[in-house]
């Protein structure tokens, strides 16, 4: 399964600004549901003031049973757990 193009730029621009020092985490509040989460943001400069661009937020509790991984018998598929 490809990687979008975006998400490999987005991925590149995080990768720079881990390497300059320009990461920040911050608290904020999801736009949907108003629940704190913890974001990981890119920091740059424009006209002088601090922008910080938000790259994706750590997931609460166990991060291994929030996402299921690429399978790697089946390059289109997930290794999905049985239902509980």
């Known amino acids: 399964m490809a990687i979008p193009e975006h998400a490999r730029v987005n991925f590149d621009t995080l990768l720079r600004a881990a390497s300059d020092g320009n990461l920040s985490f911050m608290e904020c509040l ?5 629940e704190p989460r913890y974001v990981l943001c890119a920091v740059g400069r424009s006209d002088g003031e601090y922008v910080f661009t938000p790259f994706g ?6 991060p291994f049973e929030a996402y299921l991984p690429p399978d790697p018998d089946d390059p289109t598929g997930f290794i999905v757990r049985p239902a509980t």
Do not use: P, W
């Open 57 to 62: 937020h750590l997931t609460e509790g166990n």
């Open 30 to 34: 999801d736009a949907s549901t108003r």
